[in-house]
């Protein structure tokens, strides 16, 4: 199993977030198998009703008492703008450009390549992998998993976790979490000459400012901030939408979306109780859609030191982005770690450098000897 040549077929498939996995993940089920873990499918419709397959990975024991689970995703966000086609890997330059090399399948790939060099019987601790569904929009199948897994279930989850988003391979301790809502006007629309509509932007403007003194307090008021990140306070990001409606014609629609990062120790559910009665006082809609909360693994604990060693890193890190250990921190001990930088995520011409790849599948393999072998 060679994690570069299995990031190449990875990319081929198109696994942005709305569409449906089930190719990919068939062909994972496969290569799963053919490195001899048991594999356990984990389904779900999401918000649209598209069928999406999270897959388990197990060998060794059972019943051990650590464990350690390598987590990742294998949706990502569209490919638009690109100068080459993004579903077909190309290395140049020492690196292998594709939509989803960075963030994240060629982290998925080593994985699978670490697991595949261990024999089940070998391993003194039950070794996971995990790869999910729609990290990008929302952690619906990090959740699935987690609510759902028949295997998590009968053994419990095992006590350690790495969630391989693109670090450049730092040990990262805490992230903020993602909070994302809409609020709807709703209008009537009519040429602007005749007086007979009724405009939606209107109805949402004394929402905006009082979402406006919320983004005041949260970005200026230090008792909110918290220095162990960068920067030290939330983003509360207004976008309002009203589908570019003409300027002769009064908007029907008018939909504001917020998204705050919540940091650990915040009480994010004031600020969302606020916006939501905010909503309600000025009769538009309230629709809460993520709620994941942020991540904290004391930077003393046993998978953070391991990682630090392993990597001969002084100190671990913060991010700002989220991950799916939003989700799988609250049942195992999480270090976020993986190989690529998340300046080439989500980017237009999308890379991971290749010496990323030997890299990661030497850091991993020794979380895995350290947790899982005898
Ligand atoms: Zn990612």
Not at 223 to 236: L, Q, S, V
Not at 254 to 283: L, T
Request: hydrophobic letters at 40%; charged letters at 20%.
């Amino acid at each position: 199993m060679d994690a570069k040549e299995l990031t190449k077929t990875l990319i081929a498939y198109n696994t942005v977030s709305p569409l449906s996995n089930v190719e990919v993940m068939d062909f994972l089920t496969e290569i799963l198998e053919a490195a001899d873990c048991e594999v356990e499918r984990v389904e779900y419709k999401d918000p649209a009703g598209v069928l999406k397959v999270n897959l388990i990975g197990r060998k060794g024991p059972v019943n051990g008492e650590r464990g350690l689970a390598l987590l990742g995703h294998i949706d990502t966000v569209p490919a638009i703008g690109w100068s080459m086609d993004p579903f077909e890997a190309r290395v140049a330059d020492g690196k292998m450009y594709g939509r989803g090399s960075c963030d994240m399948k060629g982290s998925v790939a080593c994985m699978i390549e670490v697991a595949s060099r261990y024999a089940g019987s070998k391993l003194g601790a039950p070794l996971y992998v995990v790869i999910t569904a729609d990290e990008e929009v929302g952690y619906f199948g990090a959740t699935a998993v987690a609510e759902k897994s028949e295997m998590f279930k009968k053994h419990g989850f095992p006590q350690y976790g790495v969630v391989g988003e693109p670090t450049e391979l730092h040990a990262v301790y805490a992230h903020k979490g993602a909070v994302r809502f809409t609020v709807t006007a709703h209008g009537r629309a009519a040429h602007s000459s005749t007086g007979e509509g009724d405009n939606a932007n209107l109805k949402l403007i004394p929402f905006l400012a009082e979402m406006r003194d919320i983004y005041h307090e949260l970005t200026n008021d230090t008792r909110y901030f918290n220095d162990e990140f960068t920067p030290p306070f939330t983003d509360w990001n207004i976008t309002i939408s009203d589908g570019e409606c003409a300027a002769n014609i009064t908007s029907p629609l008018s939909v504001c979306s917020i998204n705050y990062r919540p940091m650990p120790g915040d009480d994010s559910q004031v600020w969302i109780d606020r916006a939501r009665e905010s909503a309600e006082k000025h009769g538009l809609i309230f629709d809460l859609y993520i709620n994941a909360p942020p991540v904290r693994t004391p930077p003393d604990a046993e998978i953070i030191e391991a990682a630090l060693e392993i990597t001969g890193a002084d100190a671990p890190k913060t991010v700002a982005y989220s991950t799916d250990a939003a989700v799988f921190a609250q049942h195992m001990e999480t270090v976020i770690i993986g190989p690529g930088s998340i300046l080439q995520a989500h980017t237009v011409d999308e890379w991971m450098a290749l010496d990323q790849f030997p890299q990661a599948v030497s850091i991993f393999s020794q979380f895995v000897d350290r947790f899982c072998v005898a």
